[in-house]
């Protein structure tokens, strides 16, 4: 059970990752003015 846990929080971490990764690509996007 507590590995489970722990396997659980690492994909969250890695799931949050993945989204402040795009949105920083996001915003790059809109400061060279692409969108």
Same mark, same amino acid.
């Given at each position: 059970?507590?590995?489970?846990?722990?396997?659980?929080?690492?994909?969250?971490?890695?799931?949050?990752?993945?989204?402040? *990764?795009?949105?920083?690509? !996001?915003?790059? *996007?809109?400061?060279?003015? !692409?969108?």
């Amino acid at each position: 059970m507590f590995e489970q846990k722990s396997t659980r929080r690492k994909e969250k971490k890695s799931e949050s990752s993945k989204i402040t *990764e795009a949105q920083k690509e !996001v915003s790059l *996007e809109k400061n060279s003015g !692409v969108i």
